[in-house]
T-cell receptor, first 113, second 110 residues
Framework: DAMVIQNPRYQVTQFGKPVTLSCSQTLNHNVMYWYQQKSSQAPKLLFHYYDKDFNNEADTPDNFQSRRPNTSFCFLDIRSPGLGDAAMYLC????????????FGPGTRLTVL | GQNIDQPTEMTATEGAIVQINCTYQTSGFNGLFWYQQHAGEAPTFLSYNVLDGLEEKGRFSSFLSRSKGYSYLLLKELQMKDSASYLCAVPRSGNTPLVFGKGTRLSVIA
């Protein structure tokens, strides 16, 4: 059974057109993460929520926003996508305990035309 | 901060053994993870080491030396499906977000 679900799996948008990616989890985990991963690079953390507490990475562009309306769902909003934002976006969750395993969703591949 | 270093690419033959090394620098150690990532897919958890020594799990084993800031992932009896990127990751000190290495792309050839 899927534990971390991401929709859509593939998203195509136009330059400057806002887009929202969604993530849901059935694990009841406290923490949800959003990573950006470009080809042949490590996943780069954009931000994470510990319960309702939002933690933004210092180098995450203002173009990226996130919402977590409840424990199960988390959204990534890209307000004005640029060509450089084309990437795989990975959602992950864990319990928020030191050394806890992160479980990843299948990812959403974003293409910007 | 954290700094993680691992080889970019490796090639090995089907049925052989391969060792993928990872060195790390972290201000507060809270374990080391290995993840496998097939092309176009999400990372999947392989192993977690927090104490020194070797942890064996089927064909995959992971080793940790905290004093040396060093870990390796050992893959035995390689299969074609093991062709993937292998990511080494450590949590930030005092926090849970993982810092990933760039990954080692392993190609298994016949």
């Amino acid at each position: 059974d899927a534990m971390v679900i991401q929709n859509p799996r593939y998203q195509v948008t136009q330059f400057g057109k806002p887009v929202t990616l969604s993530c849901s989890q059935t694990l009841n985990h406290n923490v949800m993460y959003w990573y950006q991963q470009k080809s042949s690079q490590a996943p780069k953390l954009l931000f994470h929520y510990y319960d309702k507490d939002f933690n933004n990475e210092a180098d995450t562009p203002d173009n990226f926003q996130s919402r977590r309306p409840n424990t199960s769902f988390c959204f990534l909003d890209i307000r004005s996508p640029g060509l450089g934002d084309a990437a795989m976006y990975l959602c992950a969750t864990d319990r928020g305990l030191g050394g806890d395993t992160q479980y990843f969703g299948p990812g959403t591949r974003l293409t910007v035309l | 901060g954290q700094n993680i270093d691992q080889p970019t690419e490796m090639t090995a033959t089907e049925g052989a053994i391969v060792q993928i090394n990872c060195t790390y620098q972290t201000s507060g150690f809270n374990g080391l993870f290995w993840y496998q990532q097939h092309a176009g897919e999400a990372p999947t958890f392989l192993s977690y080491n927090v104490l020194d020594g070797l942890e064996e799990k089927g064909r995959f084993s992971s080793f940790l030396s905290r004093s040396k800031g060093y870990s390796y992932l050992l893959l035995k009896e390689l299969q074609m499906k093991d062709s993937a990127s292998y990511l080494c990751a450590v949590p930030r000190s005092g926090n849970t977000p993982l810092v990933f290495g760039k990954g080692t792309r392993l190609s298994v050839i016949a």
